[in-house]
C-alpha cells in the first residue's frame, strides 16, 4: 500500500503512525537528499514530540543535518524550509483531525509540499531498506533554531500596517499551534485581541481542531457581546483560517477567500487559482485571470507556482500567497482580512455582502471505495447531454448553475455539491445529483 496520501502521510498514532515508520522515513528522506539540511517543525499534539524524536533520528543517522525549529504552525515550517535554503523540511502534524491522529508533510527546498514524482522514490528505499547509514563519525548535526521572530518579520512586511486601525479581534485558537502566532501579530499591529482556547492542548478540549460551524457558538457569540470588529477560528495547525462577522454570522470558506482575493488582485496582475468545486464568486471576480484545478490545497500550490500565480484557495478557509509561502497560512489571511476591513472603512457583514450571491448546496452519500471510479464514470455517462469538466470528478453545467459529484479523496463517500444565484435551481440541482448517484450505486451493487 502506498504510504503517501494527498498530502505526506497521516494516520492513527501507534497503529498507522508508529515511532517505527518515523524512523524509517526519516532515513529514506535523507538518504534521498543525501546531505545538506533538513528543518523540522511540530505541531501540539501529545505524539508529535514522539514522532519527531524517532524522524529526527532516522535523519541524521544517515548523514543529514536537522534544523529543529520546534512547535511551530505548519506555513512557519514551510517559511523555515524556504529561507534557511534547505534540502528539504517536515512538519508533523495531522491538521484538523481528531487528537489519535497525526502525520508528515514532506517539503521542497521552497517550502512546498513534495512532488507527487518524488514519493515513490521514497516509499522504495523503505521497501528495500536501502538506507545511506553512515559511520560513527558522518552522522548528521541536531541545531536548534527559534524562526518565529524571522516569521513574524517577513509576515508584517505583507501587509501595509500604517493602514490598519485598533480593530477589536476575537481569535479562537482551537487550543492549535496558532496561538504561538496570530494573537502577537495582531497585537504588533496595534489591534486589541480577545483570545479563546489559545493554550496548547493535543486533546483540543476546547471546541475540537477543526473550524466547522457546529464548533463555533462560542466564538460567535464572543464577538457579538464584545462589540468586536470580526471573529476568525484556526485549525490545529493554524494554516486555515475560519472568519466570523461582527454580528456573529459565520462566514462560508470561499465568500472569505473571495473577499481576500477581490481586494489582493485589485491593483495587481496575476493569475487566481482555485479548485472547480470552489464558489463561482470567485469566478466573477478575477475575470479570465481564474484557473481552476481538482480538488486539493497541494495541488492548488502547485498550479500557482506553475503558472506565477498570485493568490489561490480552496472552500475550506485556505488562502495561499505564493510570494510568501507555496502554501496556506492562516495567519496571513487573518491580517489580510485586518486591513481588507480597515482600508474599504465598513464592517466585515456588509463587506460580505457585496459580493456576488450565491446559493449552494453540499450533500455526500456513503460509497465503498472500490466502487467510487465506477460510480463517477458511469453518472459521467448519463449526463452526456449536458456540459461538462471532468478535472475532479464530473462538473456538469445547466443555463443557471452547475453541480459537481466526486469521490472523497480520504473517505469512503461520494461529493455532491451545486450552486446557482437561483435558490431553487440549486436546490434542484443537488437534488438531481443525488439521485443519479444513488441509482448508480445501486445498479453496481446489484451486478
Ligand atoms: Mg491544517
Known sequence: MALFGTFGIRGIVNRDLTPELALKMGMSFATFVKDGSLVVGRDGRSSSEMIKNSLISGIISCGVNVIDIGMVPTPVTMFATKTLKTKGGIMITASHNPPEYNGMKFL???????KKEKEPIIEEIIKKEDFNLKNWDKIGKIEKKNILPEYSKKILSFVNREKIGNLKIVIDCGNGVGSLTLPYLLENIGCSVITLNSHIDGAFPGRGSEPIPENLSTLQEIVKKTGSDFGVALDGDADRAIFVDEKGNFIQGDRSLALIIKNFIKNREGKVVTTVSTSHIIDDISGNRIIKTKIGDLIVARKLLECGGII???????????????????SLATLKMAEIISENKKPLSELIDELPKYYQYKEKIPCENRHKERVISEVDKKLKNYKKDRTDGVKAFTEKGWFIIRPSGTEPIIRCYSESKDKKEAKRLVEFGLKIVKETIDEIAKK
Open 108 to 114: 521542497e527546498p521552497n517550502g512546498m509540499g513534495l
Open 312 to 330: 489561490g484557495g480552496e472552500e475550506s478557509g485556505g488562502v495561499i500567497f505564493p510570494e510568501f509561502v507555496p502554501g496556506k497560512d492562516g
